[in-house]
C-alpha cells in the first residue's frame, strides 16, 4: 500500500516536472546556439534611444553594412559627430542650466557617467580638449552576433537584396542592450534563403543559393 | 548394397564419442578453471599492444591527423588499408554461422560461435581507422542522419562513405544480435552449472530466463533461420558497399565493375585464413580437439583454395580488362601496380595470395596443422597488402603526373595498426575466458542429427 | 516415358523453325543472325551450366543432388549444338563483329586479341576444353553404374574440381569474347561473372522444369523428393538475387561513375522502348521469381514452376538485350526473325535432352552416396 | 489457478521424440518440453502451429525499406536538393545500398524482439527448472493432468514405455506472490530517477543570457585572431585595427586637396562640378539623405530633425536662400569636410554618393518655396 502512494506521489511529481520541462522547452539550447545572447557592453549605448526614439538609420552608424563583408562597430569618432555637443541627458543640461541661471554663473559642462568613457576612449579631458599626453584607444565592445570562422558571410549581397537589418538582428530599435534574437543556424539561414526563393524580397524574385559552397569556402 | 556405404564413407562430426553432459564439460572446461600462464602472456602482450595503440590514438587526436603518413596525392593510405583489412576478417564469422546454416554444413556448430566472436571484434578494428579518419571523431555521430540544428541538413545519400556508415553499423548490429541469439542457450547452460554469486547472477541477466522449452526452441529455430536469410545478403552488401567506396571514383585501379565479387571474395579468403589461425591456436590451448577436428581445418583449407582462386581470377581479370580496354591510364595504372615503386608490395599480395595457397591442393599439407597456420598467416599478410597495393598504387601515380608521389607509414599509423590487433585479441582472449567458444547447444543438436545418420536410419 | 512430345510436332516444329530462320537470312540477316547468336550461346549455356552444376556438387561433396544428376548430364549433350551454332555464326557471318569488319581500328593489343585467327582459335579451345571435360565426366559417372570401383568417384571429383577451375577461366574469356566484342570499346570487368549469373540461374530453371516433368512423368517418381524440389528452389532463388546483385554492382558502378565511354552501354539500352525492356530485365530475372519464391511452401508447389517460366524468359530476354542493341541499330523489336532461332534451340534442346537421357538409367545406380540422397531429409 | 503436471525426464532427443508423438496419440495435453537443444521433429510432435514470425520479419523488413526509401527520396529531393557532382536529385541506384541496410536492421531486430516478447524472455527473468539439468544433457516432457480418470499412473507407464529416467509430479501455482510488490518497488525507484532526471533538467535550463551558451568542441568555429576593436596585444598600443599612415589613400579613392575651410569650400564650388545625375542614382541620393541627413535638417530640409527636437543645435535650412545659392561643389566639400556644427561624412560616405545627395538637395531646394 505504501509502495503504491509512494507511486502515485512520484508519478504526479514526475508528470509535473516533465509538464514545467515541456513548456521550456524553447529555452532548450543546443551547444553553439547563441541565441538570447545578451552581453554587458562597456558603455551602456541604447540602440532603443538611437534608433526608436531618434529614427536614427541603422546604416548612419554602420554604414559599411553596405559597401563590406562586416557592418563593423562604429568608429568612436561617428558618435563624437553628435556627442562633440551632446555630453548629458537633455533633462541633466536643462537642470544644470536652470541652476546656474539662478545662481548666476556660466552653466558647466555636464558629462553624463556613460558618455564620459566615451570621451575617455577619446583621449578627451574634462572640457573636452584632446591632449597629446592620452592617446585614443578603442572601445572593446563585446561581439554579440559572431559566425563560426567556417562560415563566409557578406553583409553585401544582404543589404543590396533589401533584407532588413531586423530580418536577421531582431528589433534593436526596441533593445536597451543588444540582444541575439535568431539562433544564427545553418538551417535558419537556409530556410530564410528557401523562403526568399519562394516569396522573393519585398515583391522582388530573387535567386538565394542553398549550395554548400555560398558561404562554406 | 550400397545402403551401408555411407556409415564408411563420412568421417564424425565430433571426435570421441562424446555424451552430451561431456560436451558440456569439455566446452566449459576452460570458463571453469583459473587461467594459465600461455593465457596471461597471450593477454598481457595483447593488452601492451592495445596500449601502444592507444597511446598513438591520443596523440593523433590531440595532435591532429597530419601525423599520419598521408599525402595530397596519397589521401588514403594506411588507415583504409585497415579498415578494409579487418572488415574483410570479419566476413567470415558469418559466412560461417549464417550461409553455411544455410547451405545446413553441419561442421559449422564448432566454429562458429568464436567466428561471429571474430567478426564482432574485427569490426571494432575497423571502425577506429574511418573514425579517426574522419578527423574529428567526436563528431563522428555526424555520418548518420538526425534532425540537427543545420536545417536540417541531411547527410547525402549519394555518398559511398553514408553506405558505409549504414552497412557498417547494421553490419555490426545485426552480427552483434546473431551472435548473442545464438549464444542465449549456452548462457542458460552456464547459469545452471555456476554456483549462487556475482559471476551467476549476471549470467542469469544475460539468459534472460531461457529454459529450453519446446515452444521457445520452435520460434528460436524460425528465427534463427530468419536471421542467417538476412545475414546473408548483408554480409555480401557490406563488403560489396566497401568495394563501392573505391569503384564508384573514376580513378584507374579502383573503377571496376567487378570490384564487388572479387572484394566479396577477398574479404572471405581473409576471413576464413583468419578463423583458420584462431581455431588451430585455441583449439592446442583450450583443448578442443575433439571438437575442432582435423576435419574442419581440411574444409576450411578448401574454402580458402577455392576463395583463394576467385581473388586470383579478379587479378587477372583487372590485368586482362586494362590490357583489353585500349585505355592508356587503365593499362598504366595496372603496369605500374606489378613493375612501379611498389611492385614488392605487389608481388607480395600475388604470392601470398594466389601462389602459396595452391599447397593446399595436396592432402598432405591440409593436414599438417603447423603447414596450414603458415599458410593462414600468410594469407593474412597478403590481404593486407592486397587492399595497400589497390588503395596506394592507384593513388600514387593520378592522371596528373605532377602530383605524382609516394607514401610511407609514420610510426604513429603502425602503431594505431598494432594497436587495433592488441584490441582484437584482447577481446578475442577475453571472450575465451567468460564465453563458451563452442555452440553446446547446436553441437549437440549437430550430433545428434549426425549419429542419426550416420546409423543409416531413415526418417 | 513421355518427356518427349510426339515426333510429328517436334518435326513440324523444327521444319518451322529452320524455314523462319532460312527466310531471316533472307529478308532480314541482321535481325535473324543476331537471334542465331543468341540462341547459340543460350543453348550452349544450358549444356555448360548442367556441366557446372554436376562439378560443383562433386567439388563441394554435396550429396542431395546425386539422384537427379542424370538430368543435368543429359544436359550436357546440348553443348555441342550451341557450339555448332555459334560456329555457323563466326563461320558465315562474322561481320556481326565490328572488329571483324573494321580491323584497321583496333590496334596494340586489343589488335591482337581481337584477331580473327586467334579468336577462332581461342573458341576452339575453348569448346574442346568443355567437351573434353564433359565427356570425362559423364563417362566416369556412367562407368559408375556398371562398377563400384571406388576409384571412380576419386576420378570423377578430381575431373570436377579441374572443371571448376577450367571452366572459371574459359567462360569469363568466352564471354568477353563472344558478348562483349560485340561492342569491342567498351568493356566491363564483371561481364564475365555477369554471364555466369544469367547461365546458371537459366540452367537451374531448366533443370527444375525437367525435375518436375519427370518426377511427375513417372520415370523419376519416388526418387524426386519434397526435399530436393525445395532445395532446387532455394538454389533458384538464391542465384536469382545473385543475378541481380552482379547485375545491379555493373549498372551501379557505371551509372555513378558515368564515364563516356562506358556508360554509352547503358545509354544504348535505356533509350526509347529500349528502357522497358531494362527494366522487364530486371521484373523477370529477379522480382518475380523473388516474390514468387519467398515463402517457404512456394518451393513446393506451382509456384516453383512458374518462377522457373519467368527465369528463362528472362533469361531470353538478357540475352536479347545484350546482343541485340550492339548489333541492330534502332529500337526493339522481336517477330519471326528472332522467334526461330529459338524456337529451333528449344527443339534441339527437346530432342537431345530426350535421346541422351534414354541413354542411361535415370539415376546413378552405382553412385555411393544415392541412397543418402534417396533418403535426404534436409 | 493451479494444476497438476506429470513431468517425465529422459535422456536423449530420440526418447523424448516417441514419447511425445505417443502422448499426442493417447490424447494428452503436452504443456511444454524442456531439452538441452532443438529437438528435430519435436515441435511436430508436440503440434506445435507454424510461428507467425516470419511475417514479422517480412513487415519489418518492407516497412524500414520503404521509409528509408521515402527518407533518402524526401531529404534529397523535397527538403534539401542539393548538386552533388551533377548527380540527379533523385538518385535512385545510390539510394539501394542504405535502403537494403536499413531494411535488413529492422528485419533482424523487429524479429529478434519478437521472439523474445513471444517468448517472454527478458534480462534477469528466472524460471525454476521443473527438473535438473535440462539445459545440459536431460529432456523434460510435461504433460498436464486434465481429469481425475487420468491417474499419474497412466502417464508414468508411457513415460516408462519409452525410456524414462525419471517422474515427478508438480503442481503449477500459476503466478507466483510477491512479485506486484517487488514490481512496484522497481517501478518507484524508475520514477524517483525520472523525478530527478527532469528537475535536474529544468535546472540546467536556468541560464544567464550576459554569458555566451557553452559550445561543445568548437573547433574551427571561431578565430584565435584578436577581435576588430581589442587593444592590441602585438603593439601593445592602439587597437588591433592600427592608424594607417598619413597620407594613405583608400583603395578606389581620388584625394581631394581641400582644406575643411569656408575659403576652400568656396573654391571647391567653382573647381568641382557635380557629375550626370540618373533618376536611379536620385533616388539613390534621397536614400541617403534619409540615412544620413534627416536626422537633423529632418525629411524636408527645413532643420527640424529629430534629434533637434531632444536640444540638439538646429542646423540652418536647407531651404534658405544662403544655402539655395551654394554651388554644387561647394555642399560636396560641406559632406567632406564638415562645416560649423556639422561633421565631416567623408568616412561615412564616399565621393560617389555624397554627389548624389548633392543631386537630391538641389531637386528638394527646386521643388519646395523658402
Known sequence: MNQRITAIVLATAVVLATAVLAARSGVVHLPSNQQDYEPEQPIAFSHRLHVGDLRMACLYCHPNAERSRVAGVPATAICMNCHRFVTAPLGAVRDEEQRAAKAGQTPRLVVSSELRKLFDAMGLDERLQSSPGTPPRPIVWTRVHNLPDYVAFDHRPHVAAGVTCQTCHGPVETMERVRQTSDLSMGWCVNCHRAANRTGIGGRAVRASIDCSTCHY | MAEAMPTRMRLPLIDGDKSLAQVTRDVCAPLDRRAGFPWWAAFLLSFSALGVGLVAIGYQMVTGVGVWGENNSVGWAFDITNFVFWIGIGHAGTLISAILFLLRQRWRTSVNRAAEAMTLFAVMCAGIFPIIHVGRPWVAYWLLPYPNFRGSLWINFRSPLAWDAFAISTYFVISATFWYVGLIPDLATIRDRLAPGLRQRIVSFFSLGWDGSGRTWHRYELVYLLLAGLGTPLVLSVHTIVSWDFATSVLPGWHATIFPPYFVAGAIFSGMAMVLTLMIISRAVLDLRDYITSRHIDVMCKLVIATSGMVGLAYITEFFTAAYSGNTYEQFAFLNRAFGPFAWAYWTMVSCNVLIPQVLWFRAVRRRVSAVLVVALLVNVGMWFERFVIIVTSLHRGFLPASWTGYAPTIVEVATLVGSFGLFFTAFLLFCRFIPVIAMAEVKGAMAADRHERSGVSA | MRILPPGRWTAATACAAVTGIAAGLVWSPDRTWAAMLMASYGLLGLGLGGLFFIALNDACGATWAVALRRIPEAMVSVLPFGAAGLALVFAIHPSIYPWMAHAEHFTGFKGFWLSPGFFLGRAAVYVSLWLLFATGIIRASRAQDRSDHPSLATRRTALSVSFVVVFAFSFWLASFDWIMSLEPHWYSTIFGIYNFAGLFTSTLAVVILLVLRLGASGVLRGVVRAEHLHDLGKLLFAFSVFWMYIWFSQYMLIWYSNLPEEAVYFVRRQTGWWRSLFYLNVLLNWAVPFALLLPKTAKLDRRLAWAAVVVLAGRVLDLYLMVRPAVVSGGPSFGVWEAAPFLLAGVVFVVVFARAFRRASPVPLGDPWLAESRSYHG | ?370
Open chain 4, 1 to 370: 489457478m493451479s494444476r497438476s503436471l506429470v513431468v517425465g525426464s529422459f535422456e536423449n532427443g530420440e526418447d523424448i521424440l516417441s514419447a511425445a508423438r505417443a502422448a499426442r496419440v493417447a490424447g494428452l495435453t503436452i504443456v511444454d518440453t524442456y531439452t538441452p537443444y532443438a529437438v528435430h521433429g519435436l515441435d511436430t510432435a508436440m503440434g506445435l502451429a507454424p510461428s507467425r514470425l516470419s511475417w514479422v520479419c517480412l513487415v519489418a523488413g518492407l516497412t524500414g525499406a520503404i521509409l528509408k526509401l521515402w527518407f533518402e527520396w524526401w531529404t534529397a529531393v523535397v527538403d534539401w536538393p542539393v548538386n552533388v557532382g551533377g548527380k540527379p536529385d533523385n538518385s535512385l541506384p545510390a539510394f539501394v545500398p542504405i535502403t537494403f541496410e536499413v531494411m535488413v536492421l529492422f528485419a533482424g531486430l523487429a524479429t529478434v524482439g519478437a521472439l523474445f516478447a513471444v517468448a517472454r524472455l527478458w534480462p534477469g527473468r528466472r524460471r525454476p527448472a521443473l527438473v535438473p539439468r535440462t539445459t545440459d544433457d536431460r529432456f523434460a516432457l510435461v504433460i498436464e493432468q486434465t481429469s481425475a480418470e487420468e491417474t499419474t499412473a497412466r502417464v508414468r507407464a508411457l513415460f516408462e514405455e519409452h525410456r524414462a529416467v525419471a517422474v515427478t509430479e508438480h503442481v503449477d501455482e500459476g503466478r507466483t506472490c510477491g512479485r506486484g510488490q517487488t514490481a512496484m518497488k522497481a517501478l518507484n525507484v524508475v520514477l524517483a530517477l525520472a523525478l530527478l532526471a527532469a528537475i535536474g533538467a529544468n535546472a540546467a535550463l536556468d541560464r544567464d543570457p550576459a554569458v555566451p551558451a557553452r559550445d561543445y568542441l568548437p573547433e574551427m568555429a571561431y578565430s584565435l585572431a584578436a577581435e576588430s576593436y581589442a587593444a592590441d596585444p602585438a603593439f601593445g598600443s592602439g587597437g588591433v585595427l592600427q592608424v594607417p599612415p598619413d597620407g594613405t589613400i583608400a583603395r578606389g579613392a581620388s584625394p581631394l586637396h581641400y582644406l575643411a575651410t569656408p575659403a576652400d569650400a568656396l573654391r571647391a564650388g567653382l573647381e568641382l562640378s557635380a557629375p550626370p545625375i540618373d533618376q536611379q542614382a536620385l533616388r539613390r541620393g534621397a536614400t541617403l539623405f534619409q540615412t544620413f541627413c534627416a536626422i537633423c535638417h529632418g525629411d524636408t530640409g527645413v532643420g527640424n530633425g529629430p534629434v533637434v527636437a531632444r536640444g540638439f543645435p538646429p542646423p540652418v535650412s536647407l531651404l534658405a536662400p544662403h544655402a539655395r545659392d551654394m554651388k554644387d561643389g561647394q555642399i560636396f566639400h560641406v559632406l567632406t569636410y564638415g562645416q560649423l556644427n556639422m561633421p565631416p561624412y567623408a568616412s561615412q560616405i564616399d565621393a560617389v554618393d555624397r554627389w548624389r545627395i548633392v543631386a537630391y538637395v538641389r531637386q528638394l531646394q527646386g521643388s519646395q518655396q523658402p
